[in-house]
């Protein structure tokens, strides 16, 4: 018996390929609507890392007085305590906002009363260079006000205008290397803790 070929509708021919159309549109619209999910996702997650790090930015004027940095080297009892007015105004000096270097001083030595800092009278323990007195490996002053002064300089000649690093985010991995052991993530999440907690008012970390 032969075959019968049967032509297919002009009609049903139309039909299918306008559902292959409205497939190919659809998926592409889903595609679109995905693809701008993202993007959104990834502009938010952007802006909000920028502002974070914004945030933490160690240039600018003082956040907290000299009397409030007193407070605080009071409750820790800090050797250094009453220094309060130096430690501020040399921030002002160096355009560096205090709360900083008391937080890295917090996290260095807790205000002067663990390690080296002991006899260095170092806020930040910083590696000993040529033209500085030499303590086991750091740089030894004979004042905490000289310890202050120095940490400020190197802050603001070095990591600011040397490097363009500004905030804690971009200082914290090359003032304290993970290749020193230092636990970075750590050490950047304790100064941002300490730098909210005082800015809030609130003397204890």
């Known amino acids: 018996m032969p075959k019968i070929y049967r032509r297919r509708s002009h009609r049903s021919t139309i039909r299918g390929r306008n559902f ?61 305590a009453g220094k309060g007015q130096a430690l501020y105004d040399y921030g002002v000096k160096y355009g560096i ?22 006899v260095t009278h170092s806020l930040g323990n910083i590696r000993v260079t040529e033209g500085y007195q030499n303590y086991e490996g750091y740089r030894m002053y004979k004042t905490w006000e000289e310890g202050f002064k120095d940490w400020y300089i190197l802050i603001s000649d070095q990591y600011v205008r040397k490097w363009n690093l500004t905030t804690v985010d971009q200082i914290v991995p090359v003032y304290a290397p993970s290749s020193d052991n230092n636990d970075v993530a750590a050490y950047i999440a304790a100064i941002k803790a300490a730098v909210d907690t005082w800015r809030s008012g609130n003397v204890g970390v």
């Open 20 to 80: 292959r159309i409205r497939f190919r549109f659809v998926h592409f619209g889903a595609m679109v609507v995905i693809a701008g999910i993202l993007i959104t996702w990834w502009l938010k997650t952007s802006t909000d890392a920028a502002f974070e790090d914004a945030k933490y930015n160690v240039v600018g004027a003082p956040t907290i007085i000299a009397a409030f940095i007193n407070r605080v080297l009071d409750d820790y009892h800090s050797p250094a």
């Open 97 to 118: 906002d205090p709360v900083y270097a008391l937080a890295f001083f917090m996290h260095e030595s807790s205000f002067g009363t663990t390690g080296v800092a002991r």
